[in-house]
């Protein structure tokens, strides 16, 4: 296939921003890409300031102490997810989101589907990953990240690396996920004090290889993603326009 005749997505540069608009933004790319023709996106965000977030039926498994949580004098944040899943501390991780359409396939085979990208990407930068396998206990659980599912994505020792979440509509789908990739009691890439107030539990101890910096893991990501969907991307930021009309959608 020639290079002009692949499908063009978009891709939106790595973005830092609260919860709330971070989820918006991945809303309201699942509402243009099945409502206006928006071609399928592709983006990479991380979390400031910290927070929790919870899939969308959650909340009969909230742990009461969540609301008295603080970081930095602050109350600690819970944002609700469009998607499903379990509450992820995010602080320290890297999360991604694609917004794509299936005219065909169950939800664990576009799981599955999508997965490949994160399976090759980080393979390419060191790190053998593998599907999980569903376990009923998940249902049971606060913390995404304490058992895994057929949509996670697990090391060689079995260690849960990469959680990830779908909202279907239709064909048209939004999955996000999220990568931990450190944490540290003593820097802002992720503080384990943190981590165990939220779960009272150590977080997964994950080998990531050493040297590796965040340009460099989404570049490589953003490769893979290529080859694997059988695109090309056009890097187009989120204008000021758009994330005005994004911003609204969280006031409304």
């Not at 973005?15 to 206006?36: N, P, R, V």
């Not at 919870?54 to 102490?65: E, L, Y």
């Not at 509509?169 to 890439?189: A, D, V």
């Not at 384990?192 to 990501?221: A, R």
């Amino acid at each position: 296939m020639f290079l002009n005749q692949k499908p063009v997505w978009r891709l939106i540069p790595l973005f830092c921003a609260s919860g709330k608009l971070q989820m918006a933004i991945d809303l309201w790319l699942l509402k243009q890409h099945k409502e206006k023709n928006h071609p399928p996106s592709l983006r990479f965000y991380t979390w400031n300031p910290p927070a929790i977030s919870i899939g969308v039926s959650q909340k009969r498994h909230i742990p009461p102490h969540w609301q008295n949580l603080t970081y930095e004098n602050q109350p600690l944040e819970i944002v609700k997810r469009p998607t499903g899943g379990r509450g992820v501390l995010h602080q320290g991780d890297l999360t991604y989101s694609v917004v794509t359409s299936y005219s065909q396939g169950t939800v664990t085979e576009t799981y599955e589907e999508i997965c490949q990208f994160l399976i090759l990407g980080w393979k390419k930068l060191g790190l053998s990953l593998h599907l999980g396998k569903p376990k009923q206990k998940y249902l049971n659980s606060a913390n995404c990240f304490s058992l895994a599912t057929n949509a996670d994505l697990m090391d060689d020792k079995g260690n849960k690396f990469i959680g990830s979440a779908q909202l279907r509509q239709g064909k048209y789908i939004l999955q996000h996920g999220s990568m931990m990739l450190k944490c540290n009691r003593t820097t802002s890439l992720g503080d384990c004090t943190l981590y165990e107030q939220v779960f009272n539990s150590s977080p997964p101890q994950i080998n990531i290889p050493s040297g590796l910096i965040l340009p460099k893991i989404v570049n490589v990501l953003v490769e893979a993603a290529a080859e694997c969907f059988q695109c090309r991307f056009e890097i187009q930021p989120l204008s000021v326009e758009e994330i005005t009309e994004i911003t609204e959608t969280i006031l409304i």
